[in-house]
């Protein structure tokens, strides 16, 4: 259990909805198979239409709660207060208005709201306007691999600003080439020590809610998050 040591007496690990194209829809079955009642969900890929469909379908399920929720940018007020009234989060995450424009409207939750560290760094003056950073650890090791600055603005921020929830990810052995890019952070779990990096972080570095990024199928994750439990008992 993840109460079994003290590293874990305050922290969770949670499986994920990651709505690519159609994993989003085979991992609720999974779900609902499983009886799980607690996840995260990350509506990165999806448009409102498609958005529509999946709440339909979660409406379905017996949901308790939803900790963390990925927002976009076209999400409207009238959406998110559908989905904090209906699935509790703790927290909402986007990305730095550098990367994509906020919604106005959605200022009504900026105390839950937590800016995600990702491609560019981040920025005190916009950080204050929110609840904190949403620290993504694989993005973490991915720039310490690949952009010491911008590792380095991570480490410094992260002394100020609270990490309120984070994202894990797998962390490949060798960098690959995505959309141009050189990457090490992937979506998609091949083998548990993908995700030993971990290790490297400080126990600080890890919230109270902690979604698990990842393609895989919901009872690979919970393989994952049993495997991640026990990397980091000692901490």
């Known amino acids: 259990m993840q109460e079994s040591n003290k590293f874990w007496d305050n922290r969770k690990i ?29 509506l990165t890929c999806l448009d409102k239409k498609k958005r529509e469909a999946l709440y339909k379908i979660l409406g379905e399920l017996k949901i308790e709660k939803i900790p963390l929720i990925h927002i976009k940018e076209d ?15 703790e927290a909402f995450n986007i990305h730095s208005q550098r990367q994509y424009p906020f919604n106005p409207s959605q ?35 991915e720039a310490r691999l690949l952009n010491p600055s911008l590792y380095q603005n991570y480490v410094e921020i992260l002394k100020k600003f609270p990490c309120g929830c984070n994202h894990i990810s797998a962390i490949k052995e060798s960098p ?28 600080e570095y890890f919230s109270s809610i902690i979604a698990l990024e990842l393609e895989n199928t919901i009872s690979q994750q919970l393989k994952a998050r049993d495997y991640i439990i026990d990397l980091l008992k000692d901490k």
């Open 75 to 89: 999400m409207e007020l009238g959406e998110l207060d559908y989905l904090v009234k209906k699935y509790k989060p």
């Open 14 to 42: 949670y499986p994920s909805i990651t709505t690519t194209e159609p994993i989003w829809k085979n991992q609720i079955k999974e779900l609902k198979e499983l009886g799980l009642k607690e996840f995260c969900l990350f």
């Open 176 to 203: 690959f080439k995505k959309d141009g890019e050189l990457k090490y952070s992937c979506h998609y779990l091949a083998k548990l020590s993908e995700l030993d990096y971990l290790k490297r972080f400080p126990r």
């Open 107 to 141: 200022a009504k939750y900026k105390d839950i709201i937590f800016i995600e560290n990702s491609v560019v760094s981040l920025e005190e003056e916009e950080l204050r306007a929110f609840a904190g950073v949403c620290l993504d650890l694989s993005h973490l090791e």
